[in-house]
Structures are given as C-alpha cells and as structure tokens.
C-alpha cells in the first residue's frame, strides 16, 4: 500500500484491519501502540518504506526483530534490542530528545515518543490519559518534555547542547572529586612527614593553603553564626507567641467562666461594661475561636522544637569549626627546636612530593577552569534557546487554536489563561472526544508551525466515537477533514463514508482479511532477500562474528 504525501483516508468497516494496518506502521518502526488485535499474527512480516528529508530508509519488522536498510538496499542495522533500534532510529530522524529514566538517570527517548503527540489511536488516545503506546511508564513525566521538544519551547538545538553541557558536566565532576582526592592525600601526607621547609616557595604555599583555610573558616563561620542569631531571634518570637495565645486563653476561661455563673438575660462584659443579648451562637463561636487558639498553641509548640533542633545542629557546627581553627593554630604556632640532619633529608623528599602536588593541582585547575567555562557558555546557550516571549508566543498560538477548534467541534469555551500545552481535557460523555480532538488539533497547530522541531504524519483513528450525534459527527468529520494542518501527511480512518477531498483513498471491505494472499508471492520476492540478510546479521552478532 502506498500513502500520498498528503491527505489519506482509509474507510472500512469494523475489523477489516483499518487500525491493524495502522498499528503495524508504529509497530514496524519500534513503537507498539496500546490495544490488542483480534486474529492478527505476531509473527506477520511488515515492511515499512518512509522519507527523512531526501533521505529514503527502509524498516523491515517480523517478531521484535527489526532492520533498518539505506535507500540503495545497504543494511544500516539489524537488531532485537529495542534500546538499539531506538538509537539507530534516533540517528536517522535526528530526534535527540532526552528523558529521565525511573531512576533520574538521562537515558534517550525511543520512537514512541517520536510519535505520540501525532497519532490519536482508538484503543488509547480518546481518553484524558496518554496510552497511544505501551511502555511510557520507563520514563518519569514525559509529557511535558516531549511536547516542548516538538512544539519549539525548546527545541532541538536545546537538546544539542544540553548533551554537550551534560557531557562537559561530567567531566567537570570528575575531575572536581580527583582535586578533591588529592588534596586529602596531600592532607594526609602532610601529617605524617611534618618537616623543616627547606625550599622557600613550599613554606610560602603552605602559608598561602593555611591563610585560604583561615579565610574559608572566617566566611562559613560569619554564615553560621548570622543564622543562629536568626533561629534565636525566631525562637524568641514563637515563644512570645505562644506565652500570647496562652494569656488570651486564660482571659478566656475567665470570661466563659463568669458567661456560665448564673443565668441573666443580659450578657455583660466584664472589661467594658457593654451589654449584649446573650445567644446561644455567640457563646459558641466565642468557643470556636478559643478553640482555633488552642490550635496554634499547638502548631506554635511544634515550630518552637524544629526551629530548637535546628540551631542545636547549627551551634554544634560552629564547634566544629572552632576545633578546626586550633589545628591550624597549632601549626602556625609550632616552634621547631634543634635541627638535624635526619629531619633535613626527611623534609627535602617531603617538599618533593609536595612539589609534585602541586604540580598536579595546577594541571587539575587549569582543565576545570576550561571545562567550567565551557558549561557555562553551553548553560548560556540552553537559556538562549529557551527565550520566554517566545515560549509564551507558542503557548498563546496553542490557546488560540484550541478555543477555535472547540468552537468548531460544538464544544463550549475553556478558561483559555490556564491552559498550557500538557492541559489535556478530562470531558465525560459524547463531548470528551471532541475535547481530545480539539486539544491535538492545536498541539498539531503549534507543532507544524515554524517554530516546531519536525513535520510528523498526522493519524487520527478513528473520528466516530462513543456515539457522536447526526449533529456532532458531521461535524467531527468536517473538522478532521478539513481543518488540520496542511502542511504535513494526514491519515484519517473512518467507519463512515466520507464525502470531504482526500488525495488518496483505501477502502477495505473485507473482515478479517487485511493481508492480501494472492499477493504474497510477489511480496515475498521482494521481502525475503531482506529477510536473509536481517536474520544473518542477527545470528552473526550473537555468534560474536
């Protein structure tokens, strides 16, 4: 079967393979869309022909094995690995979106994310969840980062450089922890060989090291003891509020005690002397507010514990420092007595190795300043990428089209301020669908505008759902005839007949008998030398050939 470059309708009747023959094109490139087909053959052959750019791929599938072919017929790679179909995948479209995996690792995204956005199954995409395809779960929240990708938020330049950036980052955190490492052992080392300072400039830097740690302790001391004066101050203020609501309480029980002396049909204040009539609403909500006073009592207790737990940790630090602070007196107060010649030769190979310390420093700060500058200028150019008029520019495009596509669809207006791309509708009844319709409709707006990152075939299977009226469903039709984008391939699969201009049309009006027998020799002949050579190329690699 061939599709038209632009807009395809395939009409048929229930179970004559209309979604059959649609999940087998996600499926044949490595991504399996949710539901299951009645009498359809895992192990059926699919070959899928399809276009990058000028670039022409082939996809062989039989049973989660897959192929990738040149235009020219030269094997790209064979696999049953899904993780290196999607690299090869990923490597032929240029989609290089990355996600986080259920352990906040950056792992790549596969081809069901490539084409989620744009296709609406049947089994999965109605609804107000996204289950187009199965196994989204290995991601953690992968919605919104898809939909910025595709829709220009942040497109893929950002992803480029985000790599580069995550890149160059580990090695700067590599290399920090090997400063970090060798400044312990140069610690340690120091000592156990604590000798004369024979060589003038390793006295100087080991003055110049005490004099930065001098410095370091003074700033991280300032800072700890700011914030204990803080934490008192807060301290002091909870309990003031505390002995406040306390009193106020106690002037309560006074009060309620005088209300309830003796009945009176007056209720006199004993401060001013006004006179209220007394009701039995009254005495209760003064109840209720004594009660809400007891409450934050309460609460003000708990606070007044943390806010002590934690400026008992913050005073235990400052005495950590000051431990730290008479190491370091101690070596500068260190008097050497009668010198001799054993302590000479122990300092000259002490300053050696401290020498070679130092040397080794250097080389470790002069790369982590290249690598520091380096992800910052790659920091710089991510936020570039992720200029805030234009992500509002795409957000306000999104309202638009989705108030005018609800509009279309007989559905009543939205609060169009709170929306954003990931606002899928939860709508009940006949008018849910037509929600869902509206909602990809203007994803597919912004997606195939300049801004988005790539032109992906739009499938929509199939319009008529959960029992669309004689005046919604011709409208439902009208709308996805029509009113999507024409700037990328359409597929629309209908029950009904359809009236509207499509480029290509493909009936199907045989139950169960998607699969043309009387053709499979002549498929076969030009399958099966794909075939042999994907299967050879599988067996070679797990042969270690």
Known sequence: MEFDKTTNLIQGRNHTGKSSLIKALFLTLG??????????DEGTISLVDFRVGEQKYRALHQSGTRALFAEDGRLIVATGSHGEWSDQFASATGFNLVLSDKKGESVPADPKCFFLPFYINQDGSWQSGWDTFSGLQQFTSPIGPILEYFSGIKPPEYYEAKAKRDSAQRVLDDLKRERSFLDKVQERFGKKLIGPKIDPENFTREIEILTSDITDLNLHQEKLRDQVVRERELLSS???????????????????????????????C?????????????VLTYAEDARS??????????????????MQTTVAEIGALDVRYRKIAQLLDTRRGDLQFRHVVEGLGAEQAFQAFSAERQVLE????????EVDHLSSSMSDLTDRKRSAAI??????????????????PSEKSRLTLNSRPS???????????????ALWDVCCSQTGSFLIPLVVDSPNQQGQDDINLPKVIAF?????????????????EVHFPFNSRTVLDRPYQLLDEASFGDIEAEIEPLMRVMYAASRSRLEGV
């Open 238 to 268: 909870i309990y003031l509020q505390i002995n406040m609501a306390n009193e106020a309480l106690r002037v309560y029980d006074s009060d309620l005690e005088y209300i309830r002396s003796e009945p009176r049909e007056k209720l006199v």
């Open 366 to 373: 002069r790369e982590i300043s290249t690598h520091l500058s």
């Open 293 to 310: 006073l007891r409450s934050i009592a309460f609460r003000l207790q708990g606070d007044a514990r943390l806010v002590e737990t934690q």
């Open 427 to 441: 709508v009940s009844g006949s008018g849910g669908p037509r929600s869902i319709l509206a909602y990809y409709a």
């Open 480 to 496: 996805v005839s029509t009113k999507l984008p024409k700037n990328t391939q359409l597929i629309v699969c209908s029950e009904i």
């Open 395 to 412: 957000q306000d495009r999104f309202r638009e089209a989705y108030a005018s596509a609800l509009f279309e669809l007989n559905m009543p």
């Open 270 to 282: 004993p401060v001013c002397n006004a006179e209220h009539a007394e009701s039995f609403m009254d």
């Open 31 to 40: 991504a399996r869309p949710r539901g299951e087909l009645t009498k359809w």
